[in-house]
């Protein structure tokens, strides 16, 4: 199993093995159960469909009612697919619990980065705006975002006031501190993108696999 879905709980700090103080967050990661299992034969490859978090059967589309009560199971909030191997038992109905993750010394953890609304460039690139002086007019604009008569337009990619936040972010590398299985929970070393409460994918760390 590559990894799970999970919830992030917060932050704190623990001592590890050496008795260093480490900054910690907290990640329920699991009890997921196991919606659908893909094989090579059937899918062209080999993975599994994992749910995570229960919700009421009116909160769900009939399609995916359908879904879960082909698999037997009752309706999850999240899905999120993840590479197995062939020889993987994982079946529909299947429950998989932080013990996945006991054998592994670090995660890459995927979520949705904090929501900040509509920001200007100062804010949202840092830029320094133009003169802070009496008569001065353009304090925290963009400043010029044209071209001469050839383009004739403003330039893709050029950074501008928008949207700020909520988006897909992949912190990678994030060590583990301690795994209990009993709370169903994993502690890994810094910060990880979202807010408390937010949906994760835990997975098993992309360039130091296999490494502790």
């Known amino acids: 199993m590559q990894g799970l879905i999970g919830k992030k709980l917060g932050m704190t700090q623990v001592f590890d093995a050496s008795g260093s103080l480490v900054p910690v967050t907290m990640i329920e990661a699991g009890p997921c159960v196991v919606v659908q299992r893909k094989t090579k034969e059937r899918d062209g490859y080999d993975a599994v469909q994992l749910g995570f978090g229960e919700i009421k059967e009116s909160r769900a589309t009939k399609a995916a009612c359908g879904r ?15 590479r197995v191997d062939a020889s993987d038992p994982a079946k529909e109905g299947d429950t998989v619990d932080v013990s996945v993750l006991e054998s592994e010394g670090y ?9 900040l609304g509509f920001q200007g460039v100062v804010k949202r ?9 009496h008569g001065g007019h353009s304090k925290r604009r963009v400043g010029s975002i044209g071209a001469k008569v050839a383009p004739a337009r403003v330039q893709k990619g050029k950074r501008l006031p928008g949207h700020t936040g909520h988006e897909k972010v992949t912190q990678q590398n994030l060590r583990v501190v301690e795994v209990r299985r009993a709370s169903n929970m994993v502690l890994v070393k810094g910060a990880v993108p979202g807010p408390i409460g937010g949906v994760l994918v835990v997975r098993r760390s992309l360039k130091k696999a296999g490494k502790s």
Request: charged share 25%; no cysteine.
């Open 68 to 82: 879960f009560k082909k698999a037997n199971v009752t309706p999850r909030r999240r899905l999120a697919e993840f």
């Open 107 to 115: 995660l890459d953890v995927v979520g949705l980065s904090k929501g």
């Open 125 to 133: 690139y840092r830029m320094s705006g133009g003169p802070v002086t």
